[in-house]
């Protein structure tokens, strides 16, 4: 059975660091671009940064200088380092596998698959 599954989310103080992960199994992860998508209360899901199976990276407007993707494929693990947290941050990530071409350059959730369960991310002032 396909899956992904997040870790790492948890509070940090503004201005912070924190990395979260993703976790394939049961497929072969090489093979695949994965992105990460956020959800703040009450908002839509937001792209924030993808991968390609050749680790050429995406990110959104808002993230763009303080995050960075990143895998592992031997470890079947994907990578999201976030670096001076601010309070725009806040909310629960999910990383998903990009069933088409598109999805990946342009950070359009439409393309993605297999979400994970999420892992929340707090910010305290």
């Known amino acids: 059975q396909e899956r992904l599954v997040e870790s790492g989310g948890g509070l940090v103080q503004a201005g912070g660091s924190m990395r979260l992960s993703c976790t394939a199994s049961?497929?072969?992860?090489?093979?695949?671009?994965i992105g990460w998508f956020r959800q703040a209360p009450g908002k839509g899901r937001e792209g924030v940064g993808c991968?390609?199976?050749?680790?050429?990276?995406y990110y959104g407007e808002s993230v763009k200088g303080r995050f960075a993707v990143s895998r592992d494929n031997a470890k079947r693990t994907v990578y999201l380092q976030m670096n001076s947290l601010q309070a725009v941050d806040p909310g629960v990530y999910y990383c998903?596998?990009?069933?088409?071409?598109?999805?990946?350059?342009?950070?359009?959730?439409?393309?993605?698959?297999?979400w994970g369960q999420g892992a929340q991310v707090a910010v305290s002032s």
């Open positions: 998903g596998k990009d069933y088409s071409a598109y999805g990946c350059p342009h950070l359009a959730s439409v393309s993605f698959h297999l």
């Open positions: 049961g497929f072969d992860l090489y093979a695949w671009a």
């Open positions: 991968i390609s199976t050749d680790s050429r990276t």
